[in-house]
């Protein structure tokens, strides 16, 4: 005889009334509740929104003055270029175009003769800890700046900084150029010498400021390199 295999399949049973009604009576008894809890949500979602949206317009808008600066600057217009960077640095402050706008503004400090403010304000910009990338275009304004001050060794000193923040072959050839430079100046031969050698050890024939480092230091070495 064949045996009869019971289904172990249970099916689900609708909630009896009894169930629904104990749940009606607690939405009812917590509507307030319920109703903070999904305003709370919405009000959570709307401010993070905003948040975005106004970061976003911020940005934008910083960019928009830093470029005005700099086309300012570009035309020589330095009280204008002054006026749009000083706006983006009090306005925008931590944003990507408030450090550029540091570093524009000491450009425009530089062309104006304010050597050593550039160099003073530009000390204080690397003492609040900039992102590496601007604390290194910062220390090789300084470097150009304290060469023009006849400071030539702490001229290398920043223009070496520069060379060490910088993530850029180009931008640490051409750190280390300035470096080599600057000790020259300072009469310190051999170390303006190792200088250049490093360059031309350490990166590809291709990096730019690499062909002038061997042409400099091939001019002061009779070719011995």
Same mark, same amino acid.
């Given at each position: 005889? !064949?045996?009869? %295999?019971?289904?172990? %399949?249970? /099916? ?7 169930? =629904? ?5 607690? *939405? $009812? #008894? ?6 903070? &809890?999904?305003?709370? %949500? +919405?009000? +959570? ?9 106004? &970061?976003?317009?911020? $940005? ?24 749009? *960077? =000083?706006? +983006?640095? =009090? ?6 175009? !408030? ?19 550039? %160099? ?31 400071? *030539?060794?702490?001229?290398?000193? !920043?223009?070496? #900084? ?5 993530? $850029? ?32 050890? #350490? *990166? &590809?024939?291709?990096?730019?400021? /690499?062909?002038?480092?061997? +042409? ?10």
């Amino acid at each position: 005889m !064949a045996s009869t %295999v019971e289904s172990t %399949v249970t /099916v689900p049973t609708q909630p009896n009334s009894a169930d =629904q009604s104990a749940l009606l009576a607690w *939405f $009812e #008894k917590h509507r307030k509740l319920v109703s903070y &809890g999904a305003t709370a %949500v +919405v009000i +959570v979602l709307i401010g993070a929104w905003l948040f975005r949206e106004t &970061g976003r317009r911020k $940005e934008a808008a910083a960019t928009d003055a830093l470029e005005r600066g700099r086309a300012a600057f570009e035309t020589g217009n330095l009280p204008s270029a002054s006026t749009e *960077f =000083q706006r +983006v640095t =009090q306005s925008y402050a931590g944003t990507d175009a !408030a450090f550029q706008a540091e570093l524009g503004l000491n450009e425009v400090r530089l062309a104006s003769g304010q050597t050593q403010i550039a %160099v003073d304000e530009l000390r204080k910009f690397i003492g609040k800890n900039p992102p590496a990338f601007y604390a290194s275009g910062a220390y090789g304004l300084m470097g150009g700046a304290l060469e023009n001050l006849k400071k *030539f060794d702490e001229a290398a000193q !920043a223009y070496t #900084k520069a060379a060490d923040l910088a993530a $850029e072959d180009y931008r640490k050839v051409d750190a280390l150029l300035g470096a080599a430079r600057a000790l020259r100046l300072a009469g310190k031969d051999k170390e303006s010498l190792d200088a250049l050698r490093g360059i031309v050890s #350490k *990166f &590809g024939k291709d990096v730019p400021g /690499v062909a002038e480092a061997e +042409v400099r230091l091939a001019e002061r070495t009779a070719g011995t390199m």
